[in-house]
């Protein structure tokens, strides 16, 4: 049976937290997943700019000895040429799986609806699943052995944080955002977030960091949104990461942010790059954990039964 990443939430806690702990090991043994997409090709149909997700998964499945092909602005269907139906069919013909980047969130279901070979979510407006992935390794590689990590999100209640607040919950995080009002998470993922674990919403980002061992926050104004940005600053204004609001944390907190960022809107440069941050780190991660998951569901393609046993043994 094929499995796609269309939402964070179609994986299970023991699949999420499987994935993660076989990126962490993954990286630490690299000859593990050497030639494990030997002569397999992953599309990646992109609709917008990138530079970590493109790179990361075309080294990744380079790293595994598996080939990957850019389809950006010139592709048939993004001419307007094509329906999605269409290319969802015939590129399941040339590719073991497909990672999509796109404005809306029914593109990647539809075209996860229609493809034969498993589709995985490189970001749309609703969910970033792979970011929120390589987030928790980020968390779990500072805090190997700690059970009560208290995650503190800022800002706009966007794709990153539905994504990232169901992660957390699944893999037994507290977590907490402060959001302006208006532009809280999806309910629908707090509810999901909320069966796993500890969740919080509120509109104070001191009350959120207070006590927190990390402290995320995303651009305030996502790409497609361009034109609201003027009513976005006036919202947002006090919900800057600074070292003011970084004090309110744990000493030993670290600072987290998938990038890119805007220096002084959402973040200050000093946090972005002083010696609690981990941003690049965790942007080496993304490179890690879908290495992990590319496995994984191709190897599910193949395995049908018992799937998740599938990557655990080949990276242990």
Not at 126 to 151: G, R, S, W
Request: with cysteine.
């Amino acid at each position: 049976m094929k499995k796609d990443l269309v939402n964070i939430y179609d994986l299970s806690a023991e699949e999420l937290n499987g994935l993660v702990a076989a990126a962490l090991l993954s990286k630490k043994n690299p000859h593990l997943l050497s030639d494990a997409m030997d002569k397999k090709t992953l599309v990646m149909f992109f609709e917008k700019p990138s530079t970590r997700t493109r790179l990361s998964f075309e080294a990744g499945i380079t790293q595994m000895g598996g080939h990957a092909i850019f389809l950006g602005k010139d592709s048939q269907v993004s001419a307007g040429n094509e329906d999605l139906l269409d290319t969802a069919k015939v590129v399941s013909r040339y590719a073991s799986a497909i990672a999509a980047r796109v404005f809306s969130h029914s593109t990647v279901e539809e075209l996860a609806k229609h493809a034969t070979v498993p589709v995985i979510n490189a970001l749309s407006d609703l969910d970033h699943p792979c970011q929120a992935l390589a987030d928790v390794m980020t968390i779990k590689e500072i805090y190997p052995n700690k059970q009560d990590v208290k995650v503190a999100y800022v800002g706009d209640g966007n794709n990153v944080c539905n994504a990232i607040m169901v992660a957390c919950a699944m893999a037994g995080f507290e977590f907490v955002a402060a959001c302006p009002k208006g532009y809280t998470p999806s309910p629908k993922y707090i509810s999901i977030a909320k069966e796993y674990g500890n969740v919080e919403i509120c509109d104070s980002p001191e009350e959120a960091v207070a006590g927190a061992d990390i402290v995320y926050t995303d651009t305030w104004v996502s790409m497609g949104q361009e034109s609201e940005k003027q009513k976005k600053m006036a919202a947002f204004a006090g919900f800057t990461v600074d070292d003011k609001l970084m004090a309110l944390a744990k000493p030993t907190a670290k600072f987290m942010h998938c990038l890119p960022a805007h220096k002084g809107y959402e973040v200050t440069a000093e946090v972005l790059e002083g010696p609690q941050s981990v941003v690049y780190d965790q942007a080496e991660n993304r490179m890690h954990v879908q290495k992990a998951l590319i496995v994984w569901l191709c190897k599910s393609q193949e395995k049908s039964k018992n799937a998740m046993r599938g990557i655990i043994p080949l990276v242990s």
